[in-house]
């Protein structure tokens, strides 16, 4: 059996330009940039050209704005604590949501603890973040405004143009999660933009490489002490062949990104379409298509399921996807995404995301789907809940509003979930503790 990968938010192929990139200094080339012989200022020169290559799809002022992490955590924790190590002691108030991937609610959660004020606005069904709700919490105390730029499951884009004028407005920073956008979206930072966040291993660069964009003038106090590397805010040995080869990943998704905006979308758009079709009670989460939602992302709610039993029955199925985010798959707990954006508990327990990169096809969209369709009735088949419903014993959360499904089988199972006037309310529990 040919298995299906639809779990490229994880890790993507490294692409053959990235490698011919990288080799060299992997095989033949060890300098280090810090020293001053021939071999090193080799180095230097190619730790150079890289920052400047990033800066440039960027659209950042110097390259000196550039700086090289280990991943996109390391990035967004060296923002987030490297600005509150900053802060002014009468500004220790920060806005984020309740959407956040852990590489900005861990460190929230850290800074709360060290007697800062965490503020989480409520977002929008589709994960949209209201600016005029930020606004209406800026404070005096307020330094601090973090989120993401495109969410790592909903594919929900923000607007990050009113944020960045707002954040300029009123003279606080903003930080940006972008990994989930990088290679997918023009990530050219606009005015008010004070960090940015990324990594490469999601669009064909190497893991171990990430970037954090520090617009001039922002001042963080570094998390690793020792040699003056990467101006002093990151110590230790650069891996160049990781950041030559993350760069070039970059380059190309930056000059590729229509084309793979394009394709991308396509793919998404027809495994929906065609799971909408074979699999009954299933929702949609995040915007609808277009330019609000990141084209590579597929985040769906099976109800009567659990998500972690649909993973597991895909991959003996040879089909691979997730039930969250990459940094919460051993945790077997519901994203708190699901919460913020006030998805039943019935819902949100089987959520599963599927993603694509800009080597799938259509093809094997529709043999995704299908097998999805095959997983969803099987796992069903020993459900409780599921069996349940089939006796009129539970209510869909997604009736009458979100199920649009015309076949007669589902007409059926519509009129058979519907209680009487006269029942007992019989609707899963929201949300357990």
Known sequence: MNRLLFDRQ??????????????????????????VHQEGLEARDALEKSRESVAACLGAGSPEEITFTSCGTEAMNLALLGAAANAESSRRHIIS???????????????EKRGFTITRVQVESDGSIPVERVQELITEETFLIAT????????????????????????VLLALDGVAAAGYLDLK?????????????????????GVLFKRRGVRLEPLLFGGSQEMGLRAGSENLPAIIGGAKALELATSELGSTRESTGKVTRVLWNTIEERVPYVKLNGPRWGNDRLPQLLHVSVEFVEGEALVLAGDFAGLALSSG??????????????????LPYSLAVGSVRFSVDRNHTVEQAEAAAERFSSVVAKVRGMSEEWLAFERGERESALLPVDFLLDSEETKALRLKSRSSPDSPDRRLPDWKA
């Open 10 to 35: 994880s890790g993507s192929p490294l692409r053959p330009e990235v490698w011919e990139a990288m080799e060299p200094w992997l095989r033949s080339r060890h300098g280090d940039p810090s020293a």
């Open 97 to 111: 949501t309740g959407l956040e991937h852990p590489a900005i609610a861990e460190p929230l959660r850290h800074l």
């Open 148 to 171: 993401h730029w495109g969410h790592h499951e909903f594919g929900t884009v923000q607007p990050i143009e009113a944020l960045g004028k707002l954040a300029l407005e009123r003279g």
């Open 189 to 209: 930072v606009p005015p008010g933009v004070s960090m940015l966040s990324l990594s490469t291993h999601r669009f064909g660069g190497p893991r171990g490489m």
């Open 325 to 342: 985010h990459a940094c919460a798959n051993q945790s077997l707990r519901v994203s708190p995404s699901m919460q913020a954006v006030g």
